[in-house]
């Protein structure tokens, strides 16, 4: 207890005040003591520091959203609902993304998760591999046949996966039974049906491709016998038709005459100064024509001419009869021509009979011509631009005419064709692209936990710790103006306010000695009444002129 004793008679015994107040009075007012003491006003700050950024940090875990990881990214809605129903069961929190369909758990919780899944047959995917490990002992070709299907099946989902685009993908085998009769076997069919992501589609050389992997993977299979599908329903192996391909050979077409009119008139207009339509008009038919035609006019290969003639007096006329066939008398020369005949003119010849042929062969030039006429042939072109007027302010319709000029050459327009270019000039209304709002943006919602998180930890430290810092500040300093016996001075309240305290009352410090002593007296000696005693000396207050 000579703890107890002042080292000097001006100076406050303290400890003594300190250890009345703590073995004494209401549980608060021990609180009160305790807080009172130096040690405790010196760690108190940093433990209001250490309790204000826990709870700041407490805030911050109870507001922010707790790190997420991947647990499956491709999946289908049926699936999705099964995986999502075992979680549910489980209580372990999720979120699927509503763009892309993924599903995220927290991180603490994704291999347990998995584990939960995979037990609880939510996603019952097993690969090539087990599918044939676990193939029973004595199991039927039936079975067996099944497994490898199923396994082929497998492995070319998880390769036409590997294309760019693809989300999830189905592939089913039709294959029949072998059968000893060659008519009765029927080929193997397949069917493969694609999810792609947002926005994307299988271009013509893509479908190809999978139809021939396909094709190439299961003996026997033709790629006439593949049918590819998407999400939507449309068949994309049939794109042979004469409507597709007219379509896609024209929005080519058109696609390169207007990149071709951007590039003439953006130098000299302006990026959104003009914009340009353009219909291109395409002749789809294939024909094939044949031509064989002659020269009329051939050349002399080969003559050959034949001529026969028999001369003699005139024939014998008259009725035939006995008297025609009694040979005539012998015949007397005489001199001068027979009676009853006409004299014959001078110089003609005897009578004659002859006939003549030829024959002449000729060579004719002979032409063959095969045409085939492709489809793709431009039958007319439609080409309207139209441009600002602010941009060609003052313009001159000779202006805007050298424009069409240019834009008919840039086209390859043909007026015998019967193409149209059409160069307009009008007032542009201006193009409101604002965009998604900044609320809806995906920043926006950890901006908000951010700031609400500070918010917090600003308050706490305002609300919490910056008056308990100044409460302890004021404490020593109004208990050392008590024992110097100064009066008080005001002090300021945590509003800002200042509010005036009563002046402390003079301390005797003889009477106080006094008092030091009988207390540690009667704590020797009757330790039981010692705190009974020291509380009523400390009630008792000093009269200020027996003093004096």
Do not use: C
């Not at 491709?209 to 026997?220: D, E, K, M, R």
């Not at 007027?389 to 008919?408: R, T, Y």
């Not at 910056?466 to 500040?473: D, G, Q, S, T, Y």
């Amino acid at each position: 207890m000579a703890d107890l004793v002042p080292a000097a008679a001006g100076a406050p015994p303290a400890p003594a005040l300190d250890l009345a107040v703590l073995n004494s009075g209401t549980p608060l007012e021990r609180l009160r003591g305790l807080a009172a003491q130096p040690a405790v006003r010196k760690a108190l700050p940093w433990f209001a520091g250490l309790a204000a950024v826990g709870a700041a940090a407490l805030t911050w875990s109870m507001i922010a959203t707790p790190p997420q990881r991947v647990l499956y990214s491709q999946l289908d809605d049926s699936t999705r609902a099964t995986v999502v129903s075992s979680l549910d069961k489980a209580g372990i929190g999720y979120q699927i993304d509503n763009q892309t369909g993924t599903l995220t758990v927290d991180e603490d919780q994704l291999y347990r998760a998995r584990m939960l899944v995979a037990s609880d047959g939510a996603l019952a995917q097993p690969d090539a591999q087990s599918n044939l490990d676990n193939l029973p002992l004595g199991a039927s070709r039936t079975l067996e046949g099944e497994r490898l299907r199923a396994a082929r099946e497998h492995e070319l989902q998880l390769t036409i996966k590997e294309i760019e685009g693809v989300e999830a993908v189905r592939v089913h085998l039709a294959e029949a039974a072998k059968s000893v009769f060659v008519r009765e076997d029927t080929p193997p069919t397949a069917s493969v049906m694609v999810r792609m992501a947002q926005g994307r589609q299988l271009s013509d050389s893509q479908v190809s491709a999978v139809v021939n992997l396909v094709a190439g993977s299961v003996p026997g299979l033709t790629p006439d016998a593949v049918r590819v599908i998407d999400q939507h329903g449309r068949l994309l192996s049939d794109r042979a038709g004469a409507d597709s391909d007219r379509l896609e050979l024209q929005g080519r077409m058109e696609e390169k005459l207007r990149n071709q009119i951007d590039a003439l008139l953006t130098p000299m207009l302006g990026a959104g100064n003009f914009s340009s339509e353009i219909q291109v008009d395409l002749d789809m038919d294939q024909v094939t024509s044949a031509r064989e035609s002659y020269d009329k006019e051939g050349v002399l290969r080969s003559e050959t001419q034949a001529a026969s003639q028999t001369s003699g007096p005139g024939q014998a006329g008259g009725i035939p009869g006995v008297v025609s066939n009694t040979p005539p008398p012998a015949t007397v020369a005489k001199p001068g021509a027979p009676p009853g005949t006409a004299p014959a003119a001078p110089g003609a010849a005897a009578a004659a009979n002859g006939e003549s042929s030829a024959t002449r062969t000729y060579e004719l030039g002979r032409e063959v011509s095969v045409a085939n006429a492709g489809p793709g042939k431009i039958r007319r072109v439609s080409v309207a631009v139209a441009l600002s007027q602010a941009a060609l302010k003052g313009a001159k319709p000779a202006d805007i005419e050298q424009i069409k000029q240019l834009v008919s050459a840039a086209v390859g327009a043909n007026a015998q064709r019967g193409d149209q270019v059409t160069v307009l000039q009008r007032p542009f209304e201006p193009v409101d692209d604002s965009g998604v709002p900044f609320y809806e943006a995906p920043w926006f919602a950890m901006v908000v936990r951010s700031v609400v998180a500070l918010l917090a930890v600003l308050l706490v430290l305002l609300l919490g710790v910056r008056p308990l810092v100044k409460a302890l500040k004021r404490e020593p300093e109004a208990a050392a103006k008590a024992a110097e016996g100064e009066p008080g001075e005001e002090d300021e309240s945590e509003d800002g306010e200042n509010q005036p305290h009563a002046a402390a009352q003079p301390v005797d410090a003889a009477l106080l000695g006094r008092q030091v002593s009988l207390a540690q007296r009667i704590v020797e000696e009757k330790p039981d009444d010692a705190l009974h005693a020291l509380r009523q000396m400390l009630a008792e207050q000093p009269n200020p002129e027996a003093a004096q």
